[in-house]
């Protein structure tokens, strides 16, 4: 997939600008031979003593407590760049034997939510955020430790969505990672049967070149994949950023566009 040098350029331009340090390192690693090291070193500035990440990783809940949704995307990170943290890694894992419930989930919000900007959604229940996280520890090498028989069970309880959601991704991670999961390989299948029709329905997310599907990249033709590449390169407007799908949310504008270019760069999508 070529991008033209002057739409990478007010790319990069937008995300200097409009992203965080994060955000800043995450370019430099991908696109500016920066290092794996200087993104984690951000990244830890959003961890707390307790193990947990918030502080704002997540634009939308700027509580300094830890939360599901903190630890999920301090987890993205450490995936996209391929680099598990052992430090942070059992940190994370000492917070969720903390935080979960008997019934297997964490509790959500977070008691001081209300004291710190947050958009109202964040107030609703979150239960199956455990489920993205524990994929994604067991993606990165953590397979005991971090509450995985409480999960599991939690899991087991959950039944097979009829249609894919665009948050729903949370199940489809823990099925594809977690291999003692017995239910693993019938959810994925139902996720995939109809993956396309989804794909065709939130074009305008850019679900494989998102946070949240990339993971299904493996499962899709190579041409399903080149037409939703060029769907999300087709986006990115002259200002360097793509067309957000939640324009209310303008703070995700630097995060979704570098999302897809890290996305595509890691699958070899980009020239």
């Not at 598990?84 to 964490?106: A, C, F, R, V």
Request: charged share 25%; net charge negative; proline share 6%.
């Amino acid at each position: 997939m070529l991008i033209e040098h002057s739409k990478f350029y007010a790319v990069k331009n937008f995300i200097y600008s409009e992203g965080r340090l994060l955000e800043r390192k995450l370019f430099q690693y991908f696109f500016e031979n920066g290092s794996k090291e200087a993104c984690v070193k951000s990244l830890i500035a959003y961890q707390n003593d307790d193990g947990g990440f918030g502080n704002g990783i997540e634009p939308d809940l700027l509580t300094p407590s830890s939360s599901g949704i903190g630890i999920e995307t301090a987890l993205y990170i450490m995936d996209i760049l391929d680099y598990p943290d052992k430090e942070i890694l059992s940190g994370i894992s000492n917070w969720l034997i903390n935080n979960i419930n008997d019934q297997g989930y964490i509790h959500h919000p977070p008691a001081d939510l209300k004291d710190y900007p947050y958009q109202p959604w964040w107030e609703n229940p979150n239960k199956d955020r455990v489920l993205s996280i524990a994929g994604l520890l067991e993606k990165l090498g953590v397979n005991s430790g971090y509450g995985e028989d409480k999960i599991l069970d939690y899991a087991m309880q959950i039944e097979i969505p009829s249609k894919i959601e665009f948050y729903s991704y949370p199940f489809f991670i823990y099925a594809l990672y977690n291999k003692s999961f017995p239910k693993g390989q019938t959810v994925i299948e139902q996720y995939l049967q109809d993956f396309e029709l989804f794909l065709e329905q939130n074009a305008n997310h850019y679900p494989l070149f998102s946070r949240y599907w990339y993971h299904a990249i493996p499962f899709i033709s190579e041409d399903i994949v080149d037409k939703c590449a060029k769907v999300f390169v087709d986006s990115i407007k002259e200002c360097g950023s793509i067309v957000n799908p939640y324009p209310q949310l303008p703070k995700w504008d630097a995060l979704f566009t570098l999302d897809g270019l890290m996305i595509l760069k890691k699958f070899r999508k980009f020239d």
